[in-house]
């Protein structure tokens, strides 16, 4: 297995139904577990904590409603309205921009999607 690699994601192959896949290995920031992605853009948002867990998450306070959009470039991103504002965050992949519109946004990942935004 060729692997390149740094502390959070690395690159190598594994078998699938006896046919040999390409694959990034990404590790969760908690260190919790390590998780096989289709590309490089996946590992990267799982390795910085920008992916939202298989596990069911549980929000002490009440998420934020999202609504998922797609860019005319392909950048997937979702809404989070808060009030009269509303703040873009981008995400990795359709299939994230549809957890964040289906289960709302944590508070904690809704108040750095805003600082990041303010920032640019």
Request: aromatic residues 10%.
């Amino acid at each position: 297995m060729t692997t390149i690699s740094n502390s959070h994601y690395f690159a190598g192959t594994r078998f699938v139904n006896g046919l040999q896949v390409p694959t990034y290995w990404a590790v969760r920031p908690d260190r919790s577990e390590v998780v096989a992605c289709a590309n490089i853009a996946s590992a990267r948002a799982i390795s910085e904590g920008r992916a939202p867990n298989r596990a069911a998450e549980v929000y002490q306070d009440r998420p934020f409603n999202a609504v998922a959009f797609v860019s005319p470039a392909g950048q997937y991103y979702v809404e989070i309205h808060v009030g009269s504002q509303v703040v873009r965050m981008d995400v990795a992949n359709a299939q994230t921009a549809r957890h964040y519109a289906n289960n709302g946004v944590a508070p904690e990942v809704a108040a750095d999607a805003y600082s990041e935004e303010l920032n640019r």
